[in-house]
């Protein structure tokens, strides 16, 4: 289904703008228009369908839903919670202490928020168009582990004793009423909407999510062919190519002061895998690129004092660390 | 007059919903005195969880997105 995105790229790179498949303008062009169309087409229409079927899903009934949950199913859940709905970064505080209010422990919040950025919807289907299944499922099982062991770290070290003071209060009067059900829910009649009601949110959706990450894509895609038409051929495997050790680490911090979201990474990651990067190193980079950002940690401060950010960022750079070394390690063998 | 208070941890569309929400009262003769809240711990007492949120007279009316007109005039009236 994706021959027609080559076919038109090959027609507007070769015939229209006439420039041969032989030079580096010619490669790096062609791959940039193959990409950005594909990935321009399947984001419309697939966030639109996928909006339909989530449309009466939010925050609020992810809140009540893991409130009433037992701990151990609760990473799980806030994990793939995180994973699956939509919200906006700058609605991370109040997300967090939504959850918290509630008595959610600190790591099942956190759960939701790590694993958060770095699935959605539209990485999952960039990573299928681009790199196909198997790796996708490998990237969303990493990515909620993450998630999950980092939460479950954050509960075994006690992490709610690092909040700021109004929000531990606010989690600790949460557990104690937990059962009275004190939520500020304005979208109960949600759960039975009619089709027209799904179609208008779904256009909103695709709409609002185009309109934000369009220009990641054409940057994400602009950095990757100029990987694939100019870094010469063999470079990366040849000085890489052999998942040395402190490559993964040295991408990892590559990655911190690089931001991006999962959108504009995703196409970055196919051209560094095909000039032959490992796995591992690759996927360590742009998860740091992804969850590990400086002004995502500072709006953290409102809820969290320094220590308990120091301890979530260095929790968050050793996990890539590790999944670059393992992936790295374990490749040869699939 | 209408107390509005537009909660949102200062993003982009929390500006334009109260830009948006001052216009409409504008338009419609009814007096409103807007104010943003931005403090992470007055939102938490709302119970709000996705912004931007619209609280009218310490009622909270709106949550999640910039609201529509036709939402904005049924609030107000």
Known sequence: ?334 | MKNIKVLGSGCNKCSKTAEIIEEIAHELNIAVSVTKETSAEVIMDYGVMSTPAVVIDEQLVHSGSIPHRDQIVAMLS
């Not at chain 1, 939010?58 to 919670?81: C, I, P, Q, T």
């Open chain 1, 1 to 334: 289904m994706f021959q027609l995105f080559t076919d038109f790229a090959n027609w507007l790179t070769f015939s229209v703008f006439g420039l041969s498949p032989a030079t580096k303008q010619g490669d790096a062009l062609n791959f940039f228009i193959e990409d950005v169309s594909k990935i321009f087409a399947l984001l419309v229409v697939m966030i639109y369908l996928i909006a339909l079927l989530r449309a009466s899903l939010n925050v609020e009934k992810v809140r009540d839903y893991l409130a009433k949950k037992h701990r151990g199913v609760g990473y799980l859940m806030g994990s793939a919670f995180g994973a699956i709905t939509p919200f906006c970064s700058c609605s991370s505080i109040p997300v967090f202490l939504g959850f918290t209010s509630a008595g959610i422990p600190v790591g099942i919040t956190m759960a939701f928020l790590i694993t958060s950025p770095l699935i959605n919807e539209v990485a999952v289907l960039l990573l299928m168009g681009l790199l196909g299944w198997k790796f996708t499922v490998l990237y969303v099982v990493v990515g909620m582990a993450v998630g999950m062991l980092g939460g479950l770290f954050l509960d075994l070290i006690k992490a709610e004793r690092w909040l700021q003071s109004f929000a531990a209060e606010a989690l600790k009067r949460g557990q104690q009423n937990k059962l009275a059900n004190r939520s500020a829910n304005l979208r109960q009649t949600e759960s039975s909407l009619t089709f027209p009601q799904r179609h208008q949110f779904a256009k909103e959706e695709a709409l609002e999510i185009f309109g934000r990450v369009w220009k990641w894509v054409i940057i994400g895609v602009g950095i990757g062919a100029a990987l694939h038409g100019f870094v010469p051929d063999g470079w990366i495997e040849s000085h890489l190519g052999d998942g040395q050790w402190w490559s993964v680490p040295a991408a990892v911090m590559l990655g911190i002061p690089l931001y991006s979201n999962a959108t504009g990474v995703i196409p970055i990651m196919e051209s560094l895998i095909k000039n032959g990067l490992p796995v591992g190193t690759t996927m360590a980079f742009c998860m740091s690129t992804v969850a590990a950002s400086f002004p995502e940690f500072i709006l953290l401060k409102q809820v969290m004092q320094w220590r308990l950010l120091a301890i979530l960022f260095s929790l968050l750079l050793v996990s890539f660390t590790l999944v670059g070394w393992v992936f790295n390690a374990f490749t040869p063998l699939l």
